[in-house]
Nanobody, 114 residues
């Protein structure tokens, strides 16, 4: 079992920045891939960014150039640095780990509004 706990969400003005963290209950060095997904009200959950064990990254077109995913294996933590935030980035952000099974965190709310 892998437990994931997100933090770092909140209310931010358009153009602002936030950094999300996802603390894992296991050593993430061996996890095949981790990622961030988001779900806005009335919409399906969508991929934001992923990072593999070899640190290969992939981003949704809507966040390329603004968001950066990274992992700190020593701290067993996944990060998502979000810059130049837009109102359309408002959603619940979920951490995901894929290793034999798929695991999800409980989500953290990000609201971008003036």
């Amino acid at each position: 079992q892998v437990q994931l706990i997100e933090s770092g969400g909140g209310l931010v003005q358009p153009g602002g920045s936030l950094r999300l963290s996802c603390a894992a209950s296991v050593n993430i060095f061996s996890i095949t891939a981790m990622g961030w997904y988001r779900q806005a009200p009335g919409k399906e959950r969508e991929l934001v960014a992923t990072i593999t064990r070899g640190s290969r990254t992939n981003y949704a077109n809507s966040v390329k150039g603004r968001f950066t995913i990274s992992r700190d294996n020593a701290r067993n933590t996944l990060y998502l640095q979000m810059n130049s935030l837009k109102p359309e980035d408002t959603a619940v952000y979920y951490c995901n780990a894929a290793h034999i099974d798929t695991y999800w965190g409980q989500g953290t709310q990000v609201t971008v509004s003036s």
